[in-house]
Structure formats: structure tokens, C-alpha cells
């Protein structure tokens, strides 16, 4: 069956780095957008960013822009986020996604067709 599986959460200073990546299996990534939620204790899951499959156009919520990039690699049928300056409200679990819909659709309307299981990400001293 399909899958996504994301690594590379964990816990961080505020101020630091983490690169999370999201492998897919048993499909290609090539034709989905592709993006980056999160979900923090109490909240609604929020779009982080997206990334479209056939322009590379981006969303970033206001909240990440200049810190987070995402970025695909689609010989290695992989997804990444290089998240940095990482601040404590940034703590949440971190889902990747695919869908055919739209970039904007996908991150601002929370649509995806398929889902990864999450990583933690804890920012704190």
C-alpha cells in the first residue's frame, strides 16, 4: 500500500536546525504536490508548505516564511523541510502529504490524498 513515512524530528534549542524528510513507497511522487503540516497539542493542523510538481511553485504560512524551505528530490522519491531559527511555538508533530490538488488548495484548505504518520518536533531549552 502506499505510504509516506517522515523522519528527522526531534528535540531542538530555539535558534537551531532540524531537516525532516518524508520517503514515499509504492508511488511516485513526481506527479503530486507535495507538502508539510503541522499539528501542535490543542490546535487545528495547519499547512506549513507546499510545493507544486509541475512549476515548483511554494506556500509557506506567514509564520515559517524565510525559515522553513521545502524542497523535493524526485530520483530519491523524497520530500524535505529544512527548518531553521526554530522557535518553541514551531513544537508540534510534522505530517507530509501528496495531493493533486492545488498548492494553494492543498495548504491552505488542509486537502491531501495521501498522508504520512508524523514526526515529533520540540523546540525548547
Known amino acids: 500500500q502506499v505510504?509516506?513515512?517522515e523522519s528527522g524530528g526531534g528535540l531542538v534549542q530555539p535558534g537551531g536546525?532540524?531537516?525532516?524528510s518524508c520517503?514515499?513507497?509504492r508511488f511516485t511522487?513526481?506527479?503530486y504536490n507535495i507538502g508539510w503540516f503541522r499539528q501542535a497539542p490543542g490546535k487545528e493542523r495547519e499547512g506549513v508548505s507546499c510545493m507544486s510538481s509541475s512549476d515548483g511553485r511554494t506556500y509557506y504560512a506567514d509564520s515559517v516564511k524565510?525559515?522553513?524551505t521545502i524542497s523535493r528530490?524526485?530520483?530519491k522519491n523524497t520530500v524535505y523541510?529544512?527548518?531553521n531559527s526554530l522557535k518553541p511555538e514551531d513544537t508540534a508533530v510534522y505530517y507530509c502529504a501528496a495531493s493533486i490538488a492545488t498548492?494553494?488548495?492543498m495548504c491552505v484548505r488542509d486537502r491531501a490524498d495521501y498522508w504520512g504518520q508524523g514526526t515529533q518536533v520540540t523546540v525548547s531549552s
Open 29 to 31: 511522487l513526481d506527479y
Open 3 to 5: 505510504q509516506l513515512v
Open 66 to 68: 524565510s525559515r522553513f
Open 23 to 25: 520517503a514515499a513507497s
Open 81 to 83: 523541510l529544512q527548518m
Open 103 to 105: 498548492v494553494q488548495v
Open 17 to 20: 536546525s532540524l531537516r525532516l
Open 73 to 75: 528530490d524526485n530520483a
